[in-house]
């Protein structure tokens, strides 16, 4: 399928919102006096690239080459976020769009008397791209297809993954016989042709209007029917249950291998990244999601959910 592939550095072409996670941290040691809220301390501030940049980080710590594919504001936090692409060595087709902010999620986080989120601010646009915008994506994307090993949309639902950019996408992977994996916050329907869907389990809940629940009997049935509806092999993503893995009349699930949990945000990137890398690799989805369960694993155990350079194998 992917001829002679350069197996040991495939080449990944990446869509999706591009988010800055800004992190702060400090101690929790009494309520304000003037209103029953804790008192954050500040100590120490991070910043990272979150989003599809967390999920192309993710793939070149598995040595893939990764395009990014996004969108961002005429403003400084995107050169913040060009900056921090550079230095993960994420090939950047990133758009600037005038009237447009950069995603910027800030997190407030106290680390004693122990590690909490007290409160997460969001900055940011929901409105669709232009017609320009998705012209330039559209034939950037031309000029790299044929050459790629695997196409990823991570989809947040931040307004630049229009149905012009979807359509197109879908069918220039399909005409140059690359597969295609799509983790969505917006309705699969949109993304009918795709190769994988990975949606988590209240996603699956939601598409099929059933109350959110992480039984075996209910995402076993929901999982077959969307297989059915789509044609897509679906791999659905179900917190510290593993994976269920839903190809043709097989189903199998994967248990989680987490150990220390600190901190959960991300890991499902993580796992879209490091089952695209590994399908990409020549791996089979079984194979792949095995690997997938073990980054996830590395990954939640930081602060900030994300894999080094070596830290699992592809």
Avoid: W
């Avoid at 990823?152 to 996408?169: L, P």
């Avoid at 140059?176 to 949606?199: C, E, F, H, N, R």
């Avoid at 509806?229 to 291998?257: A, P, W, Y």
């Amino acid at each position: 399928m992917y001829g002679d592939l350069i197996k040991r550095r495939p080449k990944v072409c990446l869509f999706g919102d591009l988010i800055i996670d800004n992190y702060v941290y400090g101690i929790v040691d009494r309520i304000s006096p003037e209103a029953p809220v804790p008192v954050l301390e500040k100590g120490s501030e991070d910043i990272f690239i979150g989003g599809a940049g967390l999920v192309g980080s993710a793939m070149r710590a598995l040595g893939s080459e990764v395009i990014l594919f996004s969108v961002v504001g005429n403003d400084k936090e995107s050169q913040i976020a060009k900056r921090m692409l550079s230095a993960a060595g994420i090939k950047s087709e990133v758009q600037k769009e005038e009237g447009r902010s950069t995603t910027i999620k800030t997190r407030y986080i106290a680390t004693h008397p122990y590690f909490q989120t007290i409160v997460r601010v969001d900055t940011e646009s929901r409105h669709k791209v232009n017609r320009d915008t998705e012209s330039k994506i559209i034939e950037a994307f031309k000029r790299h297809s044929k050459s790629s090993d695997m196409v990823v949309i991570s989809d947040y639902d931040k307004g630049f993954m229009t149905r012009n950019i979807i359509k197109s996408v879908i069918e220039d992977s399909k005409a140059a016989g690359v597969p295609l994996i799509v983790d969505t916050k917006q309705s699969y329907d949109l993304y009918i042709g795709s190769d994988y869907m990975a949606p988590n389990s209240k996603e699956l809940c939601l598409m099929f209007s059933t109350k959110n629940t992480n039984e075996d009997s209910t995402i076993n049935e929901l999982g077959k029917r969307l297989l059915a509806h789509t044609g897509s092999k679906i791999i659905v993503k179900r917190s510290e249950k593993g994976c269920t893995v839903f190809d043709g009349n097989k189903v199998q699930n994967f248990h989680t291998v987490a150990r220390e949990i600190v901190n959960v945000t991300g890991a499902g990137d993580v796992f879209v990244a490091t089952v695209s890398v590994a399908l990409a690799s020549g791996k089979g989805i079984s194979e792949a999601v095995r690997l997938a369960n073990k980054a996830s694993a590395i990954a939640i155990s930081k602060r900030h959910p994300c894999l080094s350079r070596g830290e699992i194998k592809v």
